[in-house]
């Protein structure tokens, strides 16, 4: 975006970029579906499912820790390594996350209509354009990118703070839930794979990587600093499951009711009263706008590759890809049978780009003299084959839906 020029050593700001870079995959991945997952997984799972966040957060740090620094080395996006692995399938993921990133955008920006509607009691539709006009402005500003970075470093550290407030006004049996990540009484695998996948699947395995190259970091010389960035960005989502984790915890471990049609603000009213269902306002309102950005910005770089003319007017591209997502919410709603047909294909898009991603690893043509390490080939693997067969029981599980 506003740097192309590849940056080498310890040059003057890449700190910043890369701190872009991690936020923008962090905050990408705690949407409303985040929220929602979360509050659920505690309410059925109670502290078992601090194990579940574990299992979660070491799978995440093996998938993106390969993705960032394949990418880094080659500087060559997702798309473009997977077509350079097997002629093609860098358009079919492309296809997949463009369609994925559009169909969770109608959500995301549903969310942010709700969000503001808690603080402000507006209509969602009114409340999911003013958040649109939010998102398109920041690409109508010259220097977007920078922007964009302090935007969502703002936003999830906002997140991050008012959750852990609540956590600590809600007393969770902090003890307890330790002792229970580690020894719990019920293991979901059906939740370890939604937590993966919606904390790195779809668009947001490439978010970060992408946005380093548009930053112009790359190279082998990077690799430190961007594996680095890459766990960190796992660590601060990490961070807001831990914290939303507590914060329901705390609320279940009284004996209250969530409500299980709305379980994430149920917790924070219950919790804190009325000033709690403000927060989680603010919370849900940030959660969806960032997702917003960062669905549209990831969706639109799997094109420019393909083509001059979006490299070229990209910002463009998002800011029309962010009111085609607005216009379906406002005029048709979430498309539920839709949403529940692409969430099932989103599973599938992180075996399939991480497993481009592994065997690009060994392609001289791709990263040169490059080697990678093992350990973490390996590592990756196990994250490709998990999400794999879950991800197809997943598909033909929910197929049935649609035809109900």
Same mark, same amino acid.
């Given at each position: 975006m506003e740097q192309k020029k590849k940056t080498a050593g310890k040059a003057p700001g890449r700190w910043s970029l890369l701190l872009g870079a991690t936020f923008l995959m962090?905050?990408?991945?705690?949407?409303?579906?985040?929220?929602?997952? !979360?509050? !659920?997984?505690?309410?059925?799972?109670?502290?078992?499912?601090?194990?579940?966040?574990?299992?979660?957060?070491?799978?995440?740090?093996?998938?993106?820790?390969?993705?960032?620094r394949i990418i880094a080395v080659s500087g060559k996006r997702g798309q473009e390594i997977a077509n350079m692995v097997l002629p093609?399938?860098?358009?079919?993921?492309?296809?997949?996350?463009?369609?994925?990133?559009?169909?969770?955008?109608?959500?995301?920006?549903?969310?942010?209509?709700?969000?503001?509607?808690?603080?402000?009691?507006?209509?969602?539709?009114?409340g999911a354009l003013i958040s649109a006009a939010v998102a398109v402005l920041i690409f109508v500003i010259k220097e977007a990118g920078k922007v964009m970075d302090r935007f969502m470093q703002i936003a999830g550290i906002v997140m991050i703070i008012l959750t852990v407030y609540v956590a600590v006004t809600t007393a969770p049996p902090v003890g307890h839930a330790v002792a229970k990540t580690f020894m719990p009484d019920h293991i979901s695998v059906l939740a370890i794979v939604t937590l993966v996948g919606g904390t790195v699947g779809g668009y947001i395995t490439f978010a970060g990587g992408h946005r380093l190259l548009d930053s112009g970091i790359q190279g082998k010389e990077v690799i430190p600093q961007v594996t680095k960035s890459s766990i960190t960005g796992v660590l601060?989502?990490?961070?807001?499951?831990?914290?939303?984790?507590?914060?329901?915890?705390?609320?279940?471990?009284?004996?209250?009711?969530?409500d299980p049609d709305n379980p994430a603000a149920s917790v924070f009213r219950l919790a804190a009263g009325n000033v709690g269902y403000k927060i989680f306002?603010?919370?849900?309102?940030?959660?969806?706008?960032?997702?917003?950005?960062?669905?549209?910005?990831?969706?639109?770089?799997?094109?420019?590759?393909?083509?001059?003319?979006?490299?070229?007017?990209?910002?463009?591209v998002i800011i029309g890809f962010i009111i085609v997502s607005t216009l379906i919410f406002v005029t048709i709603g979430q498309p539920?049978?839709?949403?529940?047909?692409?969430?099932?294909?989103?599973?599938?898009?992180?075996?399939?780009?991480?497993?481009?991603?592994?065997?690009?690893?060994?392609?001289?043509?791709?990263?040169?003299d490059y080697k990678h390490p093992v350990w973490l080939t390996i590592a990756g693997a196990t994250v490709v084959v998990v999400m794999a067969i879950m991800g197809?029981?997943?598909l033909f599980s929910q197929l049935p839906q649609l035809w109900s």
């Open positions: 962090a905050t990408s991945s705690i949407g409303p579906g985040f929220l929602t997952q !979360t509050a !659920t997984f505690t309410n059925t799972l109670a502290a078992s499912f601090g194990f579940i966040i574990l299992i979660s957060i070491i799978l995440d740090i093996f998938a993106q820790t390969n993705v960032w093609g399938a860098g358009y079919a993921i492309a296809f997949l996350v463009v369609l994925g990133g559009l169909a969770f955008n109608i959500g995301n920006i549903g969310g942010a209509g709700l969000g503001l509607q808690v603080l402000f009691g507006i209509k969602p539709e009114i601060i989502t990490s961070i807001m499951r831990i914290a939303l984790f507590l914060a329901v915890l705390g609320v279940v471990s009284k004996g209250l009711r969530i306002g603010v919370i849900m309102w940030s959660a969806a706008i960032t997702s917003v950005i960062g669905a549209a910005y990831t969706s639109v770089s799997f094109f420019k590759s393909f083509s001059a003319k979006i490299e070229k007017h990209s910002h463009g539920a049978k839709i949403l529940v047909a692409v969430g099932s294909l989103n599973g599938l898009i992180l075996p399939l780009a991480l497993a481009m991603i592994l065997l690009g690893a060994y392609k001289k043509k791709i990263v040169g197809i029981y997943t």
